[in-house]
């Protein structure tokens, strides 16, 4: 019983954090939407960090393109098991 309370406010105080840290953000964004210098600046350094670290983007990009086609390839062939399972 101590433990599943526990869990429980584990989970109540990680929910507020989230709910703090989203309120935090949209108060910031809203703030930074009525500068247009600022929208411009975040726009600049946000450009210039994607073109530093393109090569790193590129290939996180493909690894996971490729993880989610050898997931679909896995589970195509489970799915052709299942098949010739009920099949037989």
Do not use: C, W
Request: charged letters at 25%; a positive charge.
């Amino acid at each position: 019983m101590k433990h599943a309370h526990n869990a429980v406010a584990k989970e109540v105080v990680k929910s507020s954090i989230v709910s703090s840290t989203v309120h935090t953000g949209s108060r910031l964004m809203s703030n930074v939407a009525k500068h247009p210098v600022l929208v411009f600046g975040l726009g600049v350094v946000a450009g210039y960090l994607v073109y530093k670290y393109r090569k790193e983007i590129i290939s996180s990009t493909t690894k996971a393109v490729d993880a989610g086609k050898d997931f679909v390839l896995q589970q195509k062939e489970n799915l052709e098991d299942i098949v010739a399972e009920s099949k037989e």
